[in-house]
């Protein structure tokens, strides 16, 4: 039976409905009524057979009381047609099915189920007020406590340091091509003064998130992430998104109002982490980075390592041609170079390091690619450089041929450094086992990190932490799509390695 708030009487429709409330719901068959908002829905897939389980929902009810539904997939063509995010509905019998244990969405202990005799219909003109959202935020060190656990999901909120290894300094540029490429979007964000921590939005959620961010006229900062599972990847905490998850910016939501309020009269907190030294790398071995890949992980990661340079990989190309511009590999017109991705046509080639070179540590053996600005800390030349210098010293005979590996790579030899190598899909997907080197340091220096230049300098994001709904609702407004990110062009496997003989 329905009860009202006070639990003690039943409560009625003006149709005479029996209306239950959602702390009344209670495992078994229910031919009572739920009248709620339906905050969020999604698919949920079994990710080993590659089947729809159903459509799991997100629901709240007048009293603010959140609850998981359910739709099998036999009933969600029934049910679909009529289901809108925010929409208010009354849903006439069901089922209470004890909630899942892992990946859970809500504090209650029973999901609403859609049986066969269920009706859901729109709720029309309720005199009853319903909350838009709830969340659940928790902190760093209750993230960290519950790592690997594959308990409940947790919201977390906090400011953008990072995106894409980008500062929020300058305008970061999100390539949606590129991002679709790698289906994730990494974030770190710093929730009040606690740690940094990373953050990966992947698929749907990426997809949200560039959507969104080139929305802000003004960069935004606050950024809110609903159900978020804790990972453990190379030793350091990691939040990655689920199917439910939710992205919300500045102005979205009142929990961001309020933290982009906060962060305004708390300027002094986006100085309190250097964000060259937030994203510190793992180390690992040779060996342990391919048991990661071989473990069956499906996330690309970056990881450091000390390896000696064995030789150079003879039968490659050491460069390729770029566009000048957005630095994506050169294709070849009828009488020019063009770039696919600016679309340009008759454009400037740039050679740049793609330099296949063998390595070793004491567990294992390696490709690995030299790419860039790599290329240029392994060596101290431009590949341009070094590409002029042949043609100049050769004249009319080079302009034919490719040049060769230069001294200044094979001199590398015997050298030990640290190097910054990302695990891509490539190699998660077994189609390469080589490893592309995104930075390179001495022995002597200290620890990389992923951001690619200075400290982080909050004067620009001090300028944009104006308080005030008034403040979030101005700078919300359509932006066109930022282009072009660098791209690393394509990369064959690579042949094998030869020993150079070179005279002592």
């Known amino acids: 039976m329905a009860f009202k708030p006070n639990g003690k009487s039943p409560v009625t429709s003006d149709h005479d409905d029996k209306i239950m409330l959602f702390r009344d719901v209670t495992p078994g068959p229910h031919e009572t009524q739920l009248r709620f908002r339906l905050i969020h829905f999604w698919e949920a897939w079994n990710p080993l057979k590659k089947t729809l389980i159903g459509i799991e929902m997100l629901l709240i009810d007048e009293e603010g009381s ?4 359910f739709i099998s997939p036999s009933r969600i063509e029934r049910h679909l047609s009529k289901m809108k995010p925010g929409s208010l509905y009354k849903l006439n019998n069901f089922y209470g099915s004890s909630n899942k244990t892992m990946y859970r969405v809500s504090d209650h202990a029973v999901t609403v189920s859609f049986s066969w005799n269920s009706e859901l219909s729109v709720l029309e003109d309720s005199p009853t007020p319903f909350e838009e959202d709830r969340f659940r935020f928790h902190s ?9 656990s594959k308990g409940d999901l947790y919201d977390v909120l906090g400011h953008m340091k990072l995106v894409n290894g980008q500062c929020l300094t300058g305008t970061p540029v999100l390539d949606e091509v590129d991002i679709a490429r790698a289906r994730h979007v990494l974030v770190h964000v710093q929730s009040y003064d606690g740690p940094v921590v990373k953050l990966y939005l992947w698929d749907q959620a990426a997809r949200d998130f560039c959507k969104k961010f080139k929305s802000y006229e003004r960069t935004p900062t606050v950024l809110l992430v609903t159900t978020v599972n804790t990972k453990s990847l190379g030793g350091t905490l990691a939040l990655t998104t689920m199917s439910s998850s939710r992205v919300f910016m500045d102005c979205d939501v009142q929990p961001t109002v309020d933290y982009f309020s906060w962060l305004g009269s708390n300027p002094q907190s986006a100085e309190l982490v250097n964000a060259e030294v937030v994203t510190k790398r793992e180390t690992l071995t040779i060996g342990e980075i391919f048991s990661y890949i071989r473990d069956g992980s499906n996330k690309e990661a970056f990881f450091e390592c000390t390896a000696t340079i064995d030789d150079v990989v003879h039968g490659s190309t050491w460069y390729y041609i770029s566009c000048s511009g957005c630095h994506t590999k050169a294709t070849k017109g ?7 991705k600016c679309g340009k046509v008759n454009i400037s080639g740039v050679p740049q390091y793609r330099a296949q070179i ?7 053996q390696a490709v690995f690619v030299l790419l860039g600005d790599a290329g240029f800390e392994l060596t101290g030349k431009h590949a341009a450089e070094l590409v002029s210098s042949y ?4 004249g009319d005979q080079g302009v034919t041929q490719e040049v060769p590996f230069p001294e200044a790579l094979i001199s590398t030899i015997g050298q030990k450094h640290n190097f910054c190598v990302k695990v891509t899909q490539h190699n998660l997907d077994g189609k390469s086992r080589s490893l592309t080197v995104t930075k390179i340091l001495p022995m002597e220096s200290p620890p990389v990190t992923e951001a690619s230049g200075g400290n982080y300098n909050p004067t620009t994001l001090e300028e944009g932490f104006e308080t005030g709904t008034k403040v979030c609702e101005a700078s919300k407004i359509s932006g066109d799509s930022a282009e072009g990110s660098k791209s690393n062009g394509d990369m064959d496997e690579m042949g094998k ?5 070179r005279g002592v």
């Open 66 to 69: 959140v609850i998981q539904g």
């Open 391 to 394: 043609f100049e010293a050769n």
């Open 140 to 148: 760093f060190e209750e993230f960290q406590a519950g790592c690997d």
């Open 497 to 501: 390695a030869k020993r150079l003989k």
């Open 334 to 340: 009828p009488t020019s170079l063009m770039c696919s």
């Open 358 to 364: 063998s390595v070793y540590d004491n567990s294992e």
